[in-house]
């Protein structure tokens, strides 16, 4: 039986197969540098998602799949990480101002979280995938809706900010799920998952006043 394929079909296919190809030049690319392989298909994975998402191939994609290994090799996990991005980009003949573009065109496309330091040294967290931040987001739930009954059944006030620390605590010293040494920036980080957990207590908290008080 002829099978067949609409043009739509075959461009996407096009496409696709292209990708594929460009995936693998860029791993040929990295594997000429003294670069750390447990890192390598992290990086291609990011590519990979970058170029789907920006549906065009840039001029000079080497510099992405740099600025991608950038991005891998600069976890929370990985601090302190105080190499400089000159001393970095040095190792690739890459401009600063190349890494700085590809990074945040990047990151901004695949909505990493980036932090910093206490010396300013940048970090990248993929919120869709990573495995602590899934945790630390999981922890924030639970911890959410118990403190919601807790006021429901005691009305016992909740304070967002004790909360929020009492839940690092336990992400940090007790479920090792971030460096200990960021403990603000994930602070920043679980507050704001806290503030939009409550939302619907608050919501509810103001009806209650205004029907049932």
């Known amino acids: 039986m002829l099978e067949l394929y609409t043009t739509q079909y075959e461009e996407l296919n096009t496409k696709e197969r292209i990708t594929i190809d460009l995936i693998k030049d860029g791993q040929e690319f990295l594997q000429q540098f003294d670069i750390n392989s447990d890192f390598l298909l992290d990086t291609i994975s990011v590519v990979y998602k970058y170029l789907r998402n920006n549906g065009k191939i840039p001029h000079n994609l080497y510099k992405f799949f740099v600025a991608a290994y950038y991005i891998i090799s600069r976890h929370p996990f990985a601090f302190p990480a105080h190499e400089t991005k000159k001393e970095f ?45 899934k945790f630390i987001k999981n922890l924030i739930k639970s911890k959410v809706d118990k403190a919601m009954m807790t006021f429901l059944v005691w009305n016992q006030p909740i304070n967002s900010q004790i909360l929020t ?49």
């Not at 980009?89 to 600063?96: A, D, G, I, R, Y």
């Not at 573009?101 to 919120?127: A, G, H, R």
């Not at 799920?177 to 409550?198: C, D, H, K, M, T």
């Not at 939302?199 to 006043?209: A, H, I, L």
């Open 89 to 133: 980009c040095q190792k690739f003949n890459l401009p600063v101002s190349a890494l700085e573009y590809c990074v945040e065109k990047i990151t901004n496309s695949l909505d990493y979280i980036k932090i910093l330091d206490d010396m300013n040294f940048p970090y990248f967290v993929d919120p869709k995938r990573d495995i602590s931040l």
């Open 165 to 213: 620390e009492e839940l690092v605590n336990e992400a940090i010293f007790k479920q090792n799920a971030f460096p200990e040494e960021l403990f603000r920036q994930l602070f920043e980080i679980a507050f704001e998952y806290v503030e939009n957990e409550f939302s619907d207590y608050k919501e509810y908290v103001r009806m209650q006043k205004k029907f049932f008080i």
